[in-house]
Nanobody
Framework: QSQLVESGGGLVQPGGSLRLSCTTS????????IAWFRRAPGKEREGVSC????????YYGDSVKGRFTISRDNAKNTVYLQMDNVKPEDTAVYYC??????????????????WGQGTQVTVSS
């Protein structure tokens, strides 16, 4: 059973925006480093963005840098991924993941022990 729950996926036109949410009723996300990954059909899972618990640093994959923004709302125990100026190549299932660690990594999915079930994002006109 997934400990995290993603929502907000859907169909969006190129150039549009979408905001994904990641929340949970079993973890206090304040104390976790959180990452967003995605997997497109026929491709490897790719790290999109992460937010480190230790110092609040945020990181982005090269393909989304300048277009996506990760943020936290601790009062709502929710982490967001704001996706702006989306492109067809952003089409994928997006997953959030949590690690009870100070740092976050985009290239180490095994680092994360809690995952969501994923939410589909489709960018198409």
């Amino acid at each position: 059973q997934s400990q995290l729950v993603e929502s907000g996926g859907g169909l969006v036109q190129p150039g549009g925006s979408l905001r994904l949410s990641c929340t949970t009723s079993v973890l206090t996300l304040d104390y976790y480093s959180i990452a967003w990954f995605r997997r497109a059909p026929g491709k490897e899972r790719e790290g999109v963005s992460c937010s480190a618990y230790g110092d609040g640093s945020t990181y982005y994959g090269d393909s989304v840098k300048g277009r996506f923004t990760i943020s936290r709302d601790n009062a709502k125990n929710t982490v967001y991924l704001q996706m702006d100026n989306v492109k067809p190549e952003d089409t994928a299932v997006y997953y959030c993941a949590a690690a009870y660690r100070l740092r976050c990594y985009l290239d180490e999915d095994l680092y994360y022990v809690s995952w969501g079930q994923g939410t589909q994002v489709t960018v198409s006109s």
